[in-house]
């Protein structure tokens, strides 16, 4: 749902790699089925087309991307930051040329889609490499998450540099149906991890046990994933505030989690009921998920992102729980976990086809329990696609 919760996922993949040496683990993950191809080099060159004629349209000599998922989009490298400078320079005019260490350069060549390579020597100012190759008094596209020192030392060294990020959202804003694929392949695999972590669930298990299970039903399902596990009171906080509490009888389970397919990202919560549920429990997730569906009959290309807001946040708050309902109704989904466009008040930008959002209403009563329904979708010109395969009905988990 939110960006802690991304991290999360994103933080899980060490511990499902390594759950990967365990051979029950492992034989489970062989059996699953194959992931689709990834996108092939034509795409990337299609992009780097397309990013150079927006950068050009902008004024710009070249655009300059640091790892982020822009770089996974624009090169298809995916790498950390870190202190040692690594850039895509695609210059408007020219080659699509990575700026990397030396001792890099091997291992950066075997995925990444580019022209050229230069490299610099630990000793050496990766600043000047840079320089060199894009002479002086140019004008420099950054792409937006870069840091705020590596944009300086740029400016200094290679002319007047400015904000891409409007490039890069307006591109990556609409999904392929190639794109979309990854997204629900992942979805699908999110949708099983969950069910199969609800089956092994115990009395007396706590948060952190089943995040646990959840991250080996990742791994079952041959991806690497994870999230957040709340039951009860706990549940209540949108942004997440596990403890250690015991699983008992007639708790809300509230599960949000994800994996990648190539890159591509889900993001999926069920809430069910371990037991039998309150009285005050079907009736919430019963105005939760109607609102969802709302959302989800809302969403189609030409209406905004805040109409489609609009249209779930009515059912809650006709039924009185408005106040409980305290964030966007969605986000969009794709190499980041959250990215344009956003499903929330004031974002009067008209939807259009190739948008993949999620539809995520939720009510939060303290001290009580939370509900949140979240599913990914695809806006189309009428009936959005499903992303995701959405649950109708508060389902109840048996001790």
Not at 222 to 228: I, S
Not at 305 to 326: C, L, N
Request: aromatic share 6%; charged share 25%.
């Amino acid at each position: 749902m939110e960006v802690t919760r991304r991290n999360l996922v994103l933080g899980a993949g060490a511990a499902a790699a390594a759950a990967l040496f365990r051979p029950e683990l492992a034989r489970a993950a062989a059996g699953t089925p194959p992931l689709p191809p990834p996108l092939g080099p034509d795409v990337f060159r299609d992009r780097q087309s397309r990013l150079r004629a927006a950068a050009k349209a902008k004024g710009f000599d070249a655009i300059f991307v640091t790892p982020s998922a822009n770089l996974t989009y624009s090169a298809n490298l995916s790498i950390f930051r870190s202190e040692r400078l690594t850039a895509l320079l695609l210059l408007t005019g020219g080659p699509a040329i990575l700026v990397t260490p030396s001792f890099e350069e091997a291992n950066h060549r075997r995925s990444a889609v580019i022209d050229e390579v230069k490299t610099w020597k630990e000793d050496e100012d990766p600043m000047s490499v840079v320089a060199s190759v894009l002479g002086p008094q140019k004008t420099i596209g950054v792409e937006g998450s870069t840091a705020y020192s590596t944009v300086s030392a740029l400016g200094a060294r290679a002319g007047r540099v400015d904000d891409a990020t409007g490039i890069f959202d307006e591109m990556r804003r609409i999904k392929s149906d190639q794109e979309q694929s990854l997204i629900q392949e992942a979805g699908r695999r999110t949708v099983a991890a969950i069910r199969a972590t609800h089956k092994r669930m115990r009395a007396g298990m706590t948060e952190g046990d089943v995040e646990r299970i959840l991250e080996e039903e990742f791994v079952r399902q041959g991806v690497r994933g994870g999230g957040l596990v709340q039951f009860g009171p706990s549940s209540a906080f949108p942004h997440g505030a596990p403890a250690e509490r015991r699983l008992a009888k007639g708790d809300p389970v509230l599960i949000d989690c994800g994996c990648r397919v190539h890159g591509y990202t889900s993001d999926v919560t069920r809430t069910v009921s371990f037991g039998p549920p309150s009285d005050e429990l079907r009736k919430v997730y019963d105005i939760v998920d109607r609102a969802q569906n709302a959302g989800i009959q809302a969403l189609k290309a030409g209406v905004s992102g805040e109409d489609v807001d609009h249209a779930a946040r009515k059912v809650i708050e006709d039924a009185g729980y408005g106040q409980f309902f305290s964030h966007r109704l969605g986000h969009g989904l794709g190499l980041d976990g959250h990215e344009a466009p956003y499903l929330v008040h004031g974002n009067k930008t008209p939807l259009v086809v190739g948008n993949t959002e999620t539809i995520e209403p939720g009510i939060y009563m303290p001290d009580k329990f939370g509900v949140r329904i979240e599913d990914d979708y695809s806006v189309r010109k009428e009936t959005p696609g499903s992303l995701s395969e959405r649950t109708s009905e508060l389902e109840i988990v048996y001790p």
